[in-house]
């Protein structure tokens, strides 16, 4: 298993979860990570990217409320999510990518928000 993701679990509705992603240090010259979730009957949809220069990216759904993050020195990326609202319920699943080779996905971690 080369992404591990960690975190997931129940809160209730504005509460807030911070999800890890762990990466193999056999996984070099990572351009992209990021985030995804998949909620139950819909398709994959992306969430947040830290690219290589620090730059981030949002859905428009988390904008304000979900905070990408980087530990390089760890190999590691954080999704903060605060304001967690019942639509945030999904699989979610960290991603790299690298420039010319196929994107690493994790097992994906359940984040379910109560109302």
């Known amino acids: 298993v080369q992404l591990v993701e960690s975190g997931g679990g129940l809160v209730h509705a504005g509460g807030s979860l911070r999800l890890s992603c762990e990466v193999s240090?056999?996984?070099?010259?990572?351009?992209?990570r990021s985030w995804y979730r998949q909620a139950p009957g819909e398709q994959r949809e992306f969430v947040a990217r830290?690219?290589?220069?620090?730059?981030?990216d949002y859905a428009d759904s988390v904008k304000g409320r979900f905070t990408i993050s980087r530990d390089i020195a760890k190999n590691t990326h954080h999704l903060q999510m605060n304001s967690l609202r019942p639509e945030d319920t999904a699989v979610y699943y960290c991603?790299?990518?690298?420039?010319?080779?196929?994107?690493?996905w994790g097992q994906g971690t359940l984040v379910t928000v109560s109302s």
């Open positions: 991603r790299v990518d690298r420039n010319g080779s196929r994107p690493y």
């Open positions: 830290i690219v290589v220069n620090g730059d981030t």
């Open positions: 240090r056999t996984i070099r010259g990572i351009m992209t």
